[in-house]
């Protein structure tokens, strides 16, 4: 019922399948729930099937709202109007209203869902529609781009708890971003992954990213970047030897004095002190405090 968006159409519909499936082979096939909740007798009417119950509301739906609604299906975990600002292009549109306003109208048609703390998200249904309609109108690389760059744009949030909402979008960023080989934004989203997940976890979900990123051509930077998250995952998942070669090669990337370099100097400490290599690992802090000072970074 859960996995159904608490839909009753869609539960009245799955309960008849019941009679050929029990509700666990049913879980195993929600992936193609528009089959799976197809009316069995075939009729074509509005009540008949979910997809046909969508296809009566889309098509209530004008050119803008439509591609919006389309657009939307990119987020995952829900967003904010900023970031629905930030990633719809509604350039086809030249009277396209705000943003603001066609996502009040899709909440108004129960097509998006009003959550607390000033975000939205669409039911899961509506999402895996809309992802076919996006798809279906050639968008789909375009929107998931600009929802990566987007993405990749809160890294420096992270840090600080700003973009802990963010975690199921930060993490399908960096998927997509890395599928693209758009290294930059990859590298960038993934800084956002760690911000998060490292309180949070799981951890093995940080460093497969990491290693994704780390198989594209990249600049040193952003190898840099990607080498400082996997040996910290690493590192919290009890592998300090493979977190310390991680490490290693992401400070000889390190652009000198940056604010990378300062992290693998305190990543290596931590490192080299779980493997009892107590004097590297206090030359290590006494570089990563001289650069601390460069920098005017108290934390």
């Known amino acids: 019922v859960a996995t159904l968006d608490g839909l009753p159409l869609a539960i009245e519909l799955a309960a008849s399948r019941s009679r050929i499936l029990s509700p666990q082979k049913m879980l195993e096939r929600i992936g193609e729930r528009f089959r799976l909740l197809g009316h069995a007798s075939g009729r074509r009417d509005r009540q008949a099937t979910l997809r046909a119950t969508l296809d009566w509301s889309w098509e209530l739906l004008d ?26 292009d509604l350039s086809g549109h030249p009277d396209a209203p705000w943003p603001g306003d066609l996502v009040q109208s899709l909440v108004q048609k129960s097509l998006v869902r009003r959550l607390p ?47 802990d909402a963010e975690a199921d979008n930060l993490v399908a960023a960096t ?24 309180r949070s976890g799981p951890t093995q979900v940080v460093d497969e990213l990491a290693q994704a990123v780390l198989a594209l051509p990249a600049s040193a930077a952003d190898a840099a970047a990607a080498h400082w998250v996997a040996g910290c995952a690493q590192l919290t998942l009890g592998r300090a030897a493979d977190a310390l070669a991680q490490l290693r090669a992401g400070q000889a990337l390190a652009p000198p004095g940056s604010a990378l370099a300062l992290r693998l100097h305190c990543a290596l400490a931590d490192a080299l002190g779980s493997q ?8 290590q802090l006494a570089s990563a405090e001289e650069l601390a000072r460069l920098l005017d970074d108290e934390r």
């Not at 050119?63 to 970031?83: I, S």
């Not at 009892?276 to 030359?283: I, L, R």
Request: charged share 20%.
């Open 175 to 198: 998927r997509r971003a890395a599928a693209a080989g758009e290294a930059a934004a990859a590298s960038g989203a993934l800084l956002g992954v760690w911000g998060v997940l490292k």
């Open 63 to 88: 050119e803008a709202e439509r591609d919006a609604l389309a657009q939307l299906a990119v987020f995952e975990g829900g967003f904010t109007l900023e970031l629905a600002e930030t990633v719809l």
């Open 276 to 283: 009892g290599q107590v004097d590297e690992a206090q030359g």
């Open 117 to 163: 703390a000033h975000r939205f998200d669409l039911l899961r249904t509506v999402q895996d529609y809309a992802v076919e309609q996006l798809a279906q109108r050639g968008g789909s690389l375009a929107a998931q781009a600009r929802h990566w760059q987007a993405m990749a744009a809160l890294h420096a949030q992270a840090d600080t708890g700003l973009a």
